[in-house]
Every structure is written in C-alpha cells, then in structure tokens.
C-alpha cells in the first residue's frame, strides 16, 4: 500500500539535501511551517508554504528563505531585495556596486572575468524619485519612512533581471513593491491584495491530493509567470 504524503517520513533517517527536496519532503516541510504559528500569512494553509518553498527551489533559496523572503503576489513571484542581494553577491559571477543620495539609487552590476581576475560593469539601472513620483508610489508611508531602502529595492530587482538574471537560475522575480504590496525598511510585505483566483484554485488543488503523484502533477503546473 502506497503511504501517505502526509504521514510519509520514511525518507527523514538520513542528512535533507535542501537543494533537492522530494515532492513528500515539501509537504512534510510545509506542513510543519504552516502549523508553527511563526509564519502569520499562511494562515496555517500549507498549500501556501509549498508554493512558497517550490518558488524558492527555483531561485536557489531554503524554506526558511522561502517563508520570510518570498510572497505570490498576481501570479507572480515577489521576493524581498535582500535575497536578491545575497543570490547576486554568493553567485560567485556577479556582484553589485550601489550610489545613492537622497533621491536616487544606482546599482551597478559586475562579472567576474573569464580568467577569473577581475570584475567588469556589464550595465547600471538608476531609479529615482522622479520616477516614483511618476508612478504614485512618493507619497505612500512606507516610501516616505524608507525612502532609501525603497530606492535601492527598485534599483537592484531592475538591475539583477536585466544584468544577472542568471543569478536567481533565470526565473524572472519583483520586488513586492513592484506588485502593489506594501513593504517596511526591510523589505517584509506589511500588506498587499490577494486575489489571484488561479492560485487560489491551485491551492485547493494541492489540499485534495490524494497521493505524491497527483501532488507531482499539480505543483508543476503552478499559475507562476
């Protein structure tokens, strides 16, 4: 008799190679995340926390990464700029140099050579008050409480997809800002909309389950673009 997903731990004797997690081994995960209580947007759902933690597979992030850092904001991954920053600089290819006065933020992205003995700047993207202004985010609190940090999530998110988007292993992630969420100084979504009804379909789908294989079917399939 084929075991449970839920109640499947047979495979938990050994060392969790987090890079290579089982389908069974994110559930047990993200059960074991949503019933803590450390994580209040789960809301105690686990088909959340998977979704989380398979998103952040695809960056090359943990669970715990995943649960603090990244949110599904309209179908779409929404990842806080300091896992952007710590995949660009531990990405042993890229690093990043930053510029910034009171109403701008210039990131400037650098390769690592072939030879492996310097570093060279392959593009820079500035992001500024004005443009903020442009698009109605100035007068928002958290812009006028953070004002630096903000600049410097728009300006790294934009340079790291149009410089390095190999550095979060080519899948295309925003800043929650970017999506309508609201964020604090550290990047952590103080609010944001749900709505996305694809994945809320999703997320039902995965609590209905019945075994590893449907499971299989229905986490591949996931609405994110």
């Known amino acids: 008799t084929k075991a449970s997903p839920k109640n499947d731990v047979t495979k938990w004797d050994a060392p969790l190679d987090l890079a290579h997690l089982s389908v069974n081994q994110v559930r047990f995960i993200a059960e074991a995340m949503a019933n803590s209580g450390m994580f209040p947007d789960l809301q105690a759902d686990a088909s959340k926390a998977i979704v989380k933690i398979l998103a952040g597979q695809e ?26 920053a710590a995949k660009v600089k531990g990405s042993q290819k890229y ?26 700047e392959i593009g820079s993207f500035t992001y500024t008050m004005e443009m903020a202004q442009k698009q109605g ?7 006028k409480k953070f004002t630096p940090n903000m600049l410097f999530a728009r300006a790294l998110t934009t340079a790291q997809r149009m410089f390095a988007p190999d550095a979060l292993g080519g899948s295309v992630v925003y800043d929650p800002d970017e999506l309508g969420a609201v964020t ?42």
């Open 59 to 84: 960056i090359g992030v943990t669970p715990f990464q995943a649960m603090t850092g990244i949110n599904i904001i309209q179908n779409k991954a929404a990842v806080g700029s300091g896992i952007i």
């Open 95 to 120: 690093d990043y140099r930053v510029k910034s006065d009171a109403n701008s933020c210039t990131v400037t992205i650098r390769e690592k050579s072939l030879d492996g003995k310097a570093w060279e």
């Open 137 to 143: 985010l100035a007068g928002k609190d958290n812009w």
């Open 184 to 225: 604090d100084g550290q990047g952590a979504i103080i609010e944001h909309q749900e709505g996305d009804t694809e994945l809320a379909e999703a997320y039902k789908k995965i609590d209905e389950a019945k075994d590893e294989d449907e499971l299989t079917d229905i986490v591949t399939s996931l609405p994110l673009s």
